[in-house]
Every structure is written in C-alpha cells, then in structure tokens.
C-alpha cells in the first residue's frame, strides 16, 4: 500500500518561511515525477510545483516562482518543499502528490495516482 505522509505546516507570519516534507512508503519514487498541489476552502484544487524523476527539471505556478523550491531525494524517498517570503495567499492545505510519469513534468492530477492527506499552511498578514 503506497502512502504519503506530509509534515512541516504550520501558523507562520507573512514574510516568514516553512518547509514542508513528503515521505513516501510502499513504492519507491526514484524516476517519477513528483508534485506539491494546495487547496484553500471553497478554491479548487492547485498545482504548486513539479519536480522530475531525477530532479534535472522543475515546474512552478508564477505565483510562488523566486520564492518556492521543489527538491527531492530519492534515496530517501522523500520530496520537499522550501517556501519563503510567504504571503497570506499561501494559506491552504498543501498535498504531495506521486505520479505515473517518468518523463519531464506535468501540472495534471490526473496524472498523479497516489496523494498525501495533506499539511496546514497558514500565513498571518
């Protein structure tokens, strides 16, 4: 059984920073491109960023450019996300998410198969 389990959410300050973090158990990662999504209350649901099976290649929505950063360790399997200079806009419950592609990046949950509970980020103005 493949499960993802996010951790690093938190109540942070604008401007602040958090760090979220992704373990994946039951299948290895290593070659399949990997995701953080977010979803506010009443908002569909958002690609953040995208990272490729052997990280060469990263996507990320404009919005979080500059400031978001996806990374991944496949050793350890397990994918990252660095945010900084948060704003209130990046409150949302922030999902990790795997996918069956093992080419370049993609932005499509239907194209991730397995997903994380999620983790509460809330940023304060």
């Known amino acids: 059984q493949v499960q993802l389990v996010e951790s690093g959410g938190g109540l942070v300050q604008a401007g602040g920073s958090l760090k979220l973090s992704c373990t994946v158990s039951?299948?290895?990662?290593?070659?399949?491109?990997m995701a953080w999504f977010r979803q506010s209350p009443g908002q569909e649901r958002e690609f953040v960023a995208a990272i490729s099976g052997g990280g060469q290649f990263t996507d990320y929505i404009d919005s979080v450019k500059g400031r978001f950063t996806i990374s991944r360790d496949n050793a350890k399997n397990t994918v990252d996300l660095n945010m900084r200079t948060l704003k209130p806009e990046d409150t949302a419950l922030y999902h990790c998410?795997?996918?069956?592609?093992?080419?370049?990046?993609?932005?499509?949950?239907?194209?991730?198969?397995?997903w994380g509970q999620g983790t509460q980020v809330t940023v304060s103005s």
């Open positions: 998410a795997v996918s069956g592609t093992r080419t370049g990046t993609t932005r499509s949950a239907v194209h991730y198969h397995h």
């Open positions: 039951g299948r290895a990662i290593a070659g399949y491109v």
